[in-house]
């Protein structure tokens, strides 16, 4: 497996949008807020929360005014300008949270902290994007105290999806060039790398239902100069799910308690 599904590095747009939603210039993600609930249903007093692909620290913002705890704020990401963007984004915040949040540079293959490093691990919109997961998994899983959060595509089947972009190229084997992953997992692959982590207590995994259709799509992206690429994406909802092009995307959360 090569490299060229790391897309992130030049992808200075979707930082831009992750920004401006940080500083409050755009409104929250759906699926931060849904996160947020789910958070705020776990969270104690002074407990850490970990964020694995924070991006510009969005997320940040829903849990900040969702949660009514005192809580500190961990936020990681492979993408560097991302980091530099979320430390931009809350560096001279009113908002203790934010303020005092910190952001640093790291790899879900091999995370920068320690066992047991957050008493809330959340990874949303990530390893769908990533060639293999079990390694990711596990590192979360080992830098949680009590709870890892999960946000992927899970279904009843495992579909290896690359998306192509253009310039649309192909290799001598016929593989795409120019692509990223958009992968989607069954329910039993995702059940078997829980069953194989030490010391899980219990675990859930349901559909993402949590969001207002409205808030979903082109509008979300007006402000990018990448517009005519997402006008392929515009999102909808059917049954309860989200279209994004021709692809259903049956997103889905893990919840994992520690024993």
């Not at 990533?130 to 890892?148: D, G, M, N, Q």
């Not at 999960?150 to 016929?174: C, M, Q, T, W, Y």
């Not at 795409?176 to 059940?191: A, C, D, L, R, V």
């Not at 515009?234 to 893990?254: F, R």
Request: charged share 30%; hydrophobic share 35%; proline share 3%.
């Amino acid at each position: 497996m090569n490299d060229t599904w790391k897309i992130w590095d030049d992808r200075d747009e979707y930082g831009k949008s992750f920004y401006l939603r940080s500083i409050g210039e755009k409104g929250e993600m759906e699926s931060s807020k849904a996160t947020a609930k789910i958070v705020k249903s776990l969270i104690q007093d002074n407990n850490k929360v970990l964020d694995i692909g924070c991006g510009g620290g969005h997320y940040l913002v829903s849990l900040d005014k969702t949660i009514d705890k005192k809580f500190s704020y961990h936020g990681i990401d492979a993408t560097q300008s991302y980091i530099e963007l979320a430390k931009k984004a809350f560096r001279d915040s009113s908002t203790e949270y934010r303020k005092e949040a910190i952001f640093e540079e790291g790899d879900i293959f091999n995370l920068p902290v320690p066992d047991g490093f957050a008493d809330i691990v959340m990874c949303n919109n990530v390893l769908l994007h990533l060639p293999k997961i079990e390694k990711p998994v596990s590192e979360l899983w080992r830098a949680s105290k009590k709870y890892l959060i999960i946000r992927a595509l899970i279904g009843e089947v495992s579909l290896r999806v690359k998306f192509v972009e253009e310039p649309e190229e192909f290799d001598e084997n016929g593989d795409p060039i120019n692509y990223y992953f958009h992968n989607i997992y069954s329910k039993s692959y995702i059940e078997k790398i829980i069953q194989s982590l030490n010391g899980v207590k219990q675990y859930k995994i349901f559909s993402d239902l949590d969001f207002d259709e409205n808030n979903l799509g082109l509008e979300n992206f007006e402000d990018l100069e990448y517009s005519d690429h997402e006008n392929k994406f515009v999102t909808e909802s059917l049954s309860g799910m989200q279209v994004a092009s021709y692809l259903i995307q049956p997103w889905s959360y893990v919840v994992i308690e520690r024993e």
